[in-house]
């Protein structure tokens, strides 16, 4: 079961955590300046989540609905099936890890959102996904900064 977020290139920042219902949900996003452009406004970022059943009984993440905000307050919502092409089922005590990106047209951006989920018994339930921001450690972050 993955526990942690070592490795992997880039700038790494804080990990967001949140629980809903006994899932616990872990977000740890990084800067890869090595595939942005910031002449061009292009800012690529990877963001690596951890979900985990905490709870006592089997769960499957049906859908995603994510916020993404950019500095300027750009907000674009995408939704969609599963994550990464996968609909995973927790067992309890089980956990799944994803990585996947976004690209801004700003330095300095949030995501947060929910994923929905059901249990075996057909309960559907929401699950936050916590917020966590985008930094690229760039000179034009500054010009972001409130």
């Known amino acids: 079961m993955p526990r942690d977020f070592r490795g992997g290139r880039g700038y790494a920042r804080i ?8 899932i616990r949900v872990s977000v ?18 990877a963001y ?11 769960a499957q993440l049906l859908t995603r609905h994510w916020i993404i905000t950019d500095a300027a307050g750009t907000v ?9 092409g996968e ?10 890890q994803y990585t ?6 700003t330095p300095r951006g949030t995501m947060h959102g929910t994923y929905q989920m059901v249990r075996d018994d ?10 966590f921001v ?4 760039t000179p034009e972050s500054d010009r972001y900064l409130n």
């Open 134 to 137: 985008l930094y690229a450690p």
């Open 76 to 84: 674009e919502e995408v939704r969609g099936p599963g994550v990464v």
């Open 100 to 105: 996947s990106g976004c690209i801004l047209r």
């Open 15 to 22: 990990v967001s955590t949140a629980v809903t219902c006994g």
């Open 28 to 45: 740890q996003p990084r800067y890869l300046a090595h595939r942005s452009d910031p002449a061009a406004g292009r800012y690529v970022f």
């Open 87 to 96: 609909t995973p089922r927790l067992e309890p005590g089980e956990a799944f």
């Open 48 to 58: 690596t989540v951890l979900i985990v059943n905490e709870g006592t009984d089997p």
């Open 122 to 131: 057909g309960e559907a339930f929401d699950v936050e996904i916590p917020a």
